[in-house]
């Protein structure tokens, strides 16, 4: 997946960088600047929510009031959402199998945030109040005066939390550039604006059955006008291209990755 990762960044990378349109804040309001390193908030709901933000290296500030260079091209803003019973370790470690962080490199702010514990005390998401909770964060990594471009924010996530990245994708499209869910699939079926689509999918998932995925490929490839039975290649992957026709030069394609 590191590759694919690499090959569908310029995908992601579509929108040209756009001046960001800063907020004035109280004085009360002002926090301490966003650091690399696992970040606390209060959602809306009033839970303790965590999340873990990595910024780029080469990242000149984490405020919005950075320089002229800087300000001409903000990063992307990257969520990465994971699987139940994860944490947001299972990205920032690499002892434990997601290797995101090197696929995306300096491409991208980057933020991994946690889900609740559910009755048996697994981390897991939930359509109950997690939407909410995502909204939440974007307010405060505003609020925090993170530093990305509005118009390319981004997400992605493994098993449930590739069934999150679909709603999120699916509710709010005015909102999210592109999305790329492994191993989950679409649940609702009324979506608003519209995103890039990046999907993959083991046909060995005895959780996520390939067919129920291939379910939430249609959708999408419908959705975004395209046909569903002409594809093209991606050299060098197990990926087919669904972006041939369609509205005449629609930015939002979809990539289908089926493998084993």
Avoid at 28 to 40: A, H, K, N, R
Avoid at 120 to 135: H, K, T, V
Wanted: proline content about 6%; overall charge negative.
């Amino acid at each position: 997946m590191k590759n694919m990762f690499k090959k569908f960044i310029p995908l992601f990378l579509l929108v040209g960088p756009l001046l960001l349109s800063g907020c004035v804040l109280e004085d009360d309001d002002v926090q301490p600047p966003l650091e690399t390193g696992l970040q606390t908030m209060q959602s809306t709901r009033g839970d303790e929510r965590t999340y873990y933000v990595l910024l780029p290296e080469d990242n000149i500030a984490a405020t919005q009031v950075v320089s002229s260079a800087a300000a001409d091209e903000p990063k992307p803003l990257l969520i990465a959402l994971h699987g139940t019973g994860g944490t947001h370790e299972r990205w920032t470690d690499e002892q434990l199998g997601y290797d995101l962080i090197d696929a995306v490199g300096d491409g991208a702010v980057m933020v991994f945030p946690n889900a609740l514990p559910d009755a048996n005390n697994s981390q897991q998401w939930s359509f109950a109040y997690d939407f909410e909770f995502f909204l939440d964060l974007i307010a405060e990594l505003d609020k925090r005066g993170l530093n990305y471009d509005p118009d390319r924010i981004f997400v992605t996530g493994h098993s449930s939390g590739a069934g999150m990245a679909h709603e999120i994708g699916c509710r709010f499209g005015d909102i999210i550039r592109a999305i790329a869910p492994s191993a989950g699939t679409l649940i609702s079926t009324e979506c608003v604006g519209a995103v890039a689509v990046l999907m993959s999918q083991g046909v060995n998932d005895r959780l996520v059955n390939v067919d129920i995925a291939r379910g939430g490929r249609r959708f999408w490839v419908l959705y975004n006008g395209w046909e569903e039975d002409l594809t093209v290649p991606v050299e060098g992957s197990p990926c087919v291209d669904h972006s041939l026709l369609g509205s005449p030069n629609t930015p939002y394609p979809v990539y289908w990755c089926e493998h084993s």
